[in-house]
């Protein structure tokens, strides 16, 4: 069964940064797509941006040009670099991983990221 754990997240004044990170228990190149999500109160969960292939990235328009996604081979681990981080940024992230060959996604446990002065 693979696990994904999460770390990072906390509250942020508006413009700050915050880093997420994204640990799974198998090889971050063993799965298709590695994939942030947010949930905010009240709202439906979103799609944030992905790792396709452990290579290409791919971002909403909310997000473009603030927040990044990288990897740390050595680690393990797969990254939510998040810059100017603005009130409705406030949300649960999640990661997930998809592994396509078994039609599996799997998901960490979500950590909270509050933006408020």
């Known amino acids: 069964q693979v696990q994904i754990v999460q770390s990072g997240g906390g509250l942020v004044q508006p413009g700050g940064s915050l880093r997420l990170s994204c640990a799974p228990s198998?090889?971050?190149?063993?799965?298709?797509?590695i994939g942030w999500f947010r949930q905010a109160p009240g709202k439906e969960r979103e799609w944030v941006g992905d790792?396709?292939?452990?290579?290409?990235?791919n971002y909403s328009d909310s997000v473009k040009g603030r927040f990044t996604i990288s990897r740390d081979n050595a680690k393990n681990m797969v990254f939510l670099q998040m810059n100017a981080l603005k009130p409705e940024d406030t949300a649960v992230y999640y990661c997930?991983?998809?592994?396509?060959?078994?039609?599996?996604?799997?998901w960490g446990q979500g950590t909270q990221v509050i933006v408020s002065s």
């Open positions: 790792l396709k292939s452990g290579i290409m990235t």
């Open positions: 997930n991983a998809e592994d396509h060959r078994v039609l599996r996604t799997y």
């Open positions: 198998r090889s971050i190149f063993s799965f298709n797509i």
